[in-house]
């Protein structure tokens, strides 16, 4: 069973419940990332420096390895910027979700 858990115009991330898995769907494809691969594909798109992007006389796209498989994803900087979105927004739901996990836990057996 697929949950989404975060979406934006042109992508989504969702997560597995029977893989436990999480799924970005892009550019009509779904790639398929385990936690750990999912925090390090994170770190690689926000710790990308745009100010150097924007600023370079290089090509305004850059070329990102999926740390889990031989897949490379190749974003421009509106699609970098998109990422980031989607991730930060991503994170910021998991994290919302443990929170009230926490409180749901800690309310139910303090009866």
Do not use: W
């Amino acid at each position: 069973m697929q949950e989404e858990i975060y979406k934006t115009k042109s992508a989504q991330i969702a997560q597995c419940s029977h893989t436990d898995s999480f799924l970005l769907k892009f550019d009509q494809e779904e790639i398929s990332f385990k936690l750990c691969d999912l925090f390090t594909f994170r770190k690689k798109i926000m710790t990308l420096d745009m100010v150097e992007l924007f600023d370079s006389s290089a090509p305004d796209v850059e070329v990102f390895h999926l740390p889990h498989c031989d897949r490379f994803l190749v974003l421009n900087i509106h699609e970098i910027l998109q990422f980031r979105e989607l991730l930060n927004g991503t994170f910021d739901t998991l994290a919302l979700n443990s929170s009230i996990q926490k409180i749901l836990r800690k309310n139910v057996f303090n009866f």
